[in-house]
């Protein structure tokens, strides 16, 4: 699926175009971003969810090849030196595997470097964005609300709009 993303100069613009498409039943992909308050906004990169995908999965595949390698070496009559070598070495195609798995999985959230640094000044200057993951035969429909609804600019974009959550404060500790 393609993201059909407005770029809106205020939020009643934004909230009549998150109206509309929910009526026109677009509620569950639909994602609208106002400008943060306070820090300035950082937006998820592709690159980061592959990363964080690549390794979860990585540990994931090799636990699923290794633990039935071990139970089966612990049944074959095989020579010891045998073993070892494949006990040693079958978990890595398996981690190899689910990291490919993961990334190729994470491919479509987030944003290019490039579209994220643009969205992220948009928003610094006080932009609302409404993205909305359609099917190609629905986008035109989407994109005629969003122009009606006062969008300034309009694009399909691969991939996901999420601001990265805010750290959580630091806190100090307590003296006795």
């Known amino acids: 699926m393609t993201a059909v993303v407005g770029v809106f100069d205020d939020r009643a613009g934004a909230g009549a175009a998150q109206t509309l498409l929910e009526d026109a039943g677009f509620a569950d992909r639909m994602s609208v971003t106002h400008p943060p308050s306070g820090a300035p906004p950082s937006l998820t990169r592709r690159g980061e969810r592959m990363l964080r995908a690549a390794v979860k999965w990585c540990v994931y595949g090799s636990l699923i090849v290794e633990i039935p390698t071990l139970i089966a070496l612990l049944v074959f009559p095989l020579d010891i030196n045998v073993k070892v070598l494949l006990g040693a070495t079958l978990w890595k195609f398996g981690a190899g595997f689910g990291a490919w798995i993961g990334a190729m999985s994470a491919g479509e959230q987030g944003l290019d470097d490039e579209r994220a640094a643009e969205y992220e000044e948009l928003l610094a200057e006080g932009y609302s964005l409404v993205a909305v993951d359609v099917r190609p035969r629905r986008r035109p429909g989407v994109r005629g609300a969003l122009l009606e609804s006062g969008a ?25």
Do not use: E, H
Request: glycine share 4%; proline share 16%.
């Open 152 to 176: 300034v600019s309009l694009r399909d974009l691969r991939g996901t709009i999420a601001l990265k959550p805010s750290p959580a404060p630091r806190r100090r500790p307590v003296a006795a």
